[in-house]
């Protein structure tokens, strides 16, 4: 079993930084996708950024430049840098890791990002 822990959210004022962190743990195989969702109160969750274990990464267009992923294979935890925040990003953020071997993909529980204006 996979568990995924966030942490890093909170209330942050519209131009500020932040840094979500996602430490995952269990039986992962080195193979997989480790990404950033977001779901806003009424709206869909959807992908913000993505990056496989080789580092490849993937950013919807809303958060190009402004947000940047990485990830440390060995503690197998993945980051989200969020630079000049906006009202928009606020949204409760979830880690998703996509196993490549098993196929199974495992969320956590999400943490809460505000931005004030």
């Known amino acids: 079993q996979v568990q995924l822990v966030e942490s890093g959210g909170g209330l942050v004022q519209a131009g500020g930084s932040l840094r979500l962190s996602c430490a995952a743990s269990?039986?992962?195989?080195?193979?997989?996708?480790m990404g950033w969702y977001r779901q806003a109160p009424g709206q869909q969750r959807e992908l913000v950024a993505s990056?496989?274990?080789?580092?490849?990464?993937n950013y919807a267009d809303s958060v190009k430049g402004r947000f940047t992923i990485s990830r440390d294979n060995a503690k197998n935890a993945v980051y989200l840098q969020i630079n000049s925040l906006k009202a928009e990003d606020t949204a409760v953020y979830y880690c998703?890791?996509?196993?490549?071997?098993?196929?199974?993909?495992?969320w956590g529980q999400g943490i809460q990002l505000t931005v004030s204006s």
């Open positions: 998703r890791l996509f196993d490549g071997v098993t196929g199974i993909q495992y």
């Open positions: 269990g039986s992962i195989f080195s193979t997989n996708v």
């Open positions: 990056i496989t274990s080789s580092g490849s990464a």
